[in-house]
């Protein structure tokens, strides 16, 4: 991503800097055009003054007349000189509309790609909140098994401590009843000895 970034960028740069050399370009020959307007203009100032003139009878017929071939060959030329500026401002005028519009194309291919990413690192993060949120979940469940474990460890050992007592308790009473028990039978014995007699 980061060096397709640079590449478009470094293409928008030559993109910037075709369009400022065509500006430039456009400027100088809209200049230029402006020249040859202003020359035209004068030019048909001095026909009309000469006209004037030739109105007024301050020339001869002839030298006007070599003054408006001449005049007509330079407004000539000027209109030729005029035509080609204006078609090179065209073609200019052209270059800088093709620049602009693959200037605009590549900002928007470099915007597209920054959304995709974007909208990629956005779900790749999600998908790690997710997997964080559900490992969260299964460690808090862990901790719960793991403590009620415990807790039932604890209390089994308590009552097998109770058992043990209360085994501890039946075994002392066993062995008292069974003292007991040899007592009455030697009791009964002597009994029956003593009544034989």
């Known amino acids: 991503l980061q060096s397709e970034l640079e590449a478009s960028q470094s293409e928008c740069r030559n993109l910037n800097a075709e369009g400022f050399r065509l500006k430039a370009g456009l400027e100088e020959t809209t ?3 402006d020249v040859v307007r202003r020359e035209n203009k004068n030019l048909a100032d001095e026909i009309k003054d000469l006209l004037d003139q030739l109105g007024d009878g ?3 017929i002839h030298e ?3 003054q408006r071939r001449r005049l007509e060959v330079e407004k000539e030329e000027l209109q030729a000189a005029l035509e080609e500026a204006e078609g090179a401002l065209e073609t200019e005028e052209n270059k800088v509309l093709r620049a602009q519009l693959e200037l605009g194309q590549v900002r928007q291919e ?3 790609r920054m959304a995709e990413k974007e909208e990629e690192f956005n779900n790749t993060r999600k998908n790690h909140a997710r997997a964080m949120d559900s490992m969260q979940a299964s460690l808090e469940a862990e901790q719960r098994s793991k403590a009620e474990a415990l807790r039932i460890k604890k209390k089994l ?6 058992l043990e007592i209360a085994l501890d308790h039946a075994n002392k009473a066993n062995s008292e009843a069974q003292k007991s028990i040899k007592r009455y039978q030697n009791q009964l014995r002597e009994n029956e000895c003593s009544y034989e007699e």
């Open 31 to 33: 200049e230029q055009l």
């Open 58 to 60: 301050g020339r001869s």
């Open 64 to 66: 006007l007349d070599k």
């Open 110 to 112: 470099i915007d597209r």
């Open 157 to 162: 050992e308590g009552e097998i401590n109770e």
